[in-house]
Structures are given as structure tokens and as C-alpha cells.
């Protein structure tokens, strides 16, 4: 069993920037490929970034690709998610996921998931 906490969430203005946290704690989050997914209102869960489990590889939607960041430290089973030039259609929920072999883009390939940190961008 993995338990996934995300937090950093909150309102920025437009180009401003946030980093997300996702905790794991439980099994270690080192044999897990890590997600971020959003979701906006009215829409589906759509996968945002992601890094493998050695943390040789990272995906991106094409949405956030040069603005977004992700990252892992292992020793600390955090994953971080840097969003920089953030635009209001980022704004979403933001949730993470713990794959038990490597990163996918579909969500239902995930085991585990947080409860998720609201993202409010302004215009």
C-alpha cells in the first residue's frame, strides 16, 4: 500500500509559477513510476507530467511541455511538480499517482492516487 499527499496548491496569477509536492509514505515510492494528473471542472483526468521510477525517465502532456517540471527524490519519496508560466486553463485539481512498473498517460493504469491540491490561475 502506497498513501500519496499532495500539497502546494493555490491561486497565482497568470505567468506566476507553483511547485506541487506529492508525499508517499508506506511502501517506498522508489519501485513506483509517479504521475501528476489534473482535472478541470466539467472535464476529464488527463495526465499532466510524469517520471519512471529510476527517474531516467520523464513525460509531459504537450500542454505543459517547456513550462512545467518534474522531479523525484527518492531518499525522501517526494515527487515534485515545478509549473512555471502558468495560464488560467492550468487551473484544475491537481492529483498524483503511483504506478507499480513505470509512467503511463492513462490513468487507469495507476494504483494509487492522492487527494488531489486545487491550482487557481487568474487571468
Known amino acids: 500500500q502506497v498513501q500519496l499527499v499532495e500539497s502546494g496548491g493555490g491561486l497565482v496569477q497568470a505567468g506566476g509559477s507553483l511547485r506541487l509536492a506529492c508525499a508517499a509514505s508506506g511502501r517506498t515510492a522508489i519501485d513506483y513510476g509517479m504521475g501528476w494528473f489534473r482535472q478541470a471542472p466539467g472535464k476529464g483526468r488527463e495526465f499532466v507530467a510524469g517520471?519512471?521510477?529510476?527517474?531516467?525517465?520523464?513525460s509531459y502532456a504537450d500542454s505543459v511541455k517547456g513550462r512545467f517540471a518534474v522531479s523525484r527524490d527518492n531518499a525522501k519519496n517526494t515527487v515534485l511538480l515545478q509549473m512555471n508560466s502558468l495560464k488560467p486553463e492550468d487551473t484544475a485539481i491537481y492529483y498524483c499517482?503511483?504506478?507499480?512498473?513505470?509512467?503511463?498517460?492513462?490513468?487507469?493504469?495507476?494504483?494509487?492516487w492522492g487527494q488531489g491540491t486545487q491550482v487557481t490561475v487568474s487571468s
Open positions: 517520471v519512471s521510477p529510476s527517474a531516467v525517465t520523464t
Open positions: 499517482a503511483a504506478s507499480v512498473f513505470t509512467v503511463y498517460r492513462d490513468p487507469r493504469r495507476y494504483d494509487y
